[in-house]
């Protein structure tokens, strides 16, 4: 077999197993060959097809290009990846990639050409879809609220969306890469350059808040966030980041807390401001007690709503601190049995006055818990008293402490005027009471059980609250962690004054309000043999200490021309007076009042009204000094 007829039977059977469509045309459409890849696309027969005019797979709006086409070929130009469309014999559309090369004649001349013709139809769908899923996405992004943006694997950005233009007034130029550090404040573009790359190179989501430039030049604040987007193996292929603008969220925030400490501040005032008249009352009815001059009866009443007050102003304060963080635990192994045992006495003159019935069951062994035992009395006292409060005269009320898996439980069950169902969410709110009748029986503040609660959490409890509605009473429950201990911790005395022998001494009074430095004086005449001296303000109060040094000297802190904390430093200098107790007698109660104070040189500090075993405690104290 000659060659040509080997190369003429190999081209054809290349031709008819190609998947392609292939024909041949002379140059003016007349077909001459139609292989079985063009039957399939194009839906008929080569027999049907050969001798007929190309024309008939061409849409008549493309029949121009066609004649453009046949001119580049008489050309002798070879046209590859010609991407267009073509028809089936039923008309129905094919996007096509056309690969079309001139025939030739043996004197060279063009007579025909070759057409490789491939379906790209598939193809060209999933472009335009993903053509179209990039339109609606940067429609969306452009959108959006937030700026957004896109970075490489390695972080450089290479797109952002309007809306990053927009609000910082700049272009791709100046922020491809890394140029969006132009944008951010200084204070923290480093810091939020380091935690970026710490992302880009462990793959984990970043999230961060800065500061970033507007167009007119105010920085405002936005929460940013950027995730990985993936490939099937878990490569990353880009990152894709937005920044949402928290400005208004933070000033929110920040006016919120302003409010909270301006609210915080002025409870601490309001206790401060009712401490200073409090203390002359207080100290004009020790006196009174003293002397004897009043019906025992009337003075314990009056003595009883004066110590009511003091529990409202010390709860005043007590919610403040807890507020701001500012109260410390004093922990140490506590027998809830005992403090239980010796919480009751504190309201029983309570309880008695209104002819209520307290029932405690404790068990026989110790309960051991690890707390603050003031704090913890304090806990259940309030429980008692809110008890007492809510219940009528001659009701009942149930103390009961038990342990079991771990947990101590102190019960107090009242069956006075119960809770209604919508309060009971919000009973340990701030303020929260039930609804006040217009006599105001029940008094308070509702400050109390805010303080169980919170006092309650600082040692890793829960208090919780049922009730069956109006009238039917309530039951408060409080959980705390018990631990094991075969000792209870030491307790020292309430007061010394026992053990001493008297002693006079030289007292300083200084304190502005001259109604209060007058009973105060008045008062420590009577607890001993001992030589009062006043002032009002620090100036006079100093010149009285050079003067005369006297053994303890007990100062107000907001004091006119020189305060309680100058005062004290000032004494403390003078070479005179080296061994002066100095106690700080003031409204001011925060644990920030009493470290200035140590620090100002005072020896203690005592918060208004002082009662009359505080009072001889730091006589007790000074007379120990003197001695020694």
Known sequence: MPDNAIDHRLAQTIIESSSDAILTKSLDGVIQSW????????????????????????PPDLIAEER?????????????????????????????????????????????????????????????????????????????????????????????????????????????????????????????????????????????????RSKEGEYRWFLSRAQPIRDESGAILRWFGTNTDVTAQ?????????????????????????????????????????DGR??????????????????LVDDLMDVSRIMRGKVELRRTHIDLKQLLSRAVET??????????????????????????????????????????KYSDHGASIELSLAASSGMASIRVQDNGVGIEAELLPRVFELFTQATRSIDRSQGGLGIGLTVVQQLVELHGGRVTVTSEGLGAGATFTVGLPMVETKEAASVAPLSECDAEVEQALKVLVVDDNVGATWMLSKLLAKLGDHEIDVAHDGVSALARV????????????????????????????????????????????????????????????LVKPASVADLERIIVSTQQRLRS
């Open 35 to 58: 292989n079985p890849a063009a039957a399939e696309l194009f839906g008929v027969s080569a027999e049907a097809m050969i001798g007929s005019n190309v024309s008939r797979i061409i």
């Open 68 to 212: 453009l086409i046949i001119a580049r070929l008489q050309r002798g130009e070879q046209i590859k990846h010609y991407e267009t469309r073509r028809q089936n014999i039923d008309g129905t559309p094919i996007d096509v990639s056309l690969t079309i090369s001139p025939l030739y004649d043996d004197t060279g001349k063009v007579v025909g050409a070759s057409n490789i013709i491939r379906d790209i139809t598939e193809r060209r769908r999933a472009e335009l879809a993903v053509s179209e899923s990039e339109e609606r996405f940067r429609t969306l992004a452009d959108n959006i609220s937030q700026l957004a943006w896109m970075a490489e694997p390695g972080g450089g950005l290479f797109w952002y969306n309007r809306r990053w233009y927009d609000y910082t007034g700049t272009n791709f130029e100046t922020m491809a890469g890394w140029g969006w550090k132009l944008v951010h404040h200084p204070d923290h573009v480093d810091r939020v350059v380091d935690k970026f790359q710490r992302a880009i190179a462990t793959g984990e989501v970043w999230e961060d808040t800065f500061p970033l």
């Open 250 to 290: 933070r000033e929110a925030e920040q006016a919120l807390r302003d409010a909270d400490d301006r609210k915080n501040e002025f409870l601490a005032m309001l206790a401060h401001e009712l401490r200073n008249p409090l203390a002359p009352i207080r100290h004009g009815l020790d006196l009174i007690a003293r």
């Open 294 to 311: 009043a019906e025992t009866e009337d003075l314990e009443v009056i003595q009883h709503q004066v110590e009511q007050m003091v529990r």
């Open 347 to 388: 309201v029983r003159h309570t309880l008695v006055a209104r002819g209520q019935d307290l029932r405690v069951s404790l068990p026989n062994e110790p309960v051991w818990c690890d707390g603050d035992a003031v704090r913890l009395s304090q806990v259940v006292g309030n429980l008692l008293n809110n008890a007492s």
């Open 546 to 605: 050079l003067q005369d040094c006297p053994h303890l000297a007990i100062l107000d802190i907001g004091l006119p021309g020189l305060d309680g904390y100058r005062l004290a430093e000032q004494i403390r200098e003078v070479p005179s007076c080296p061994g002066v107790y100095l106690v700080a007698l003031t409204g001011y109660g925060q644990p920030d009042d009493r470290r200035r104070a140590l620090e100002a040189g005072f020896d203690e500090h």
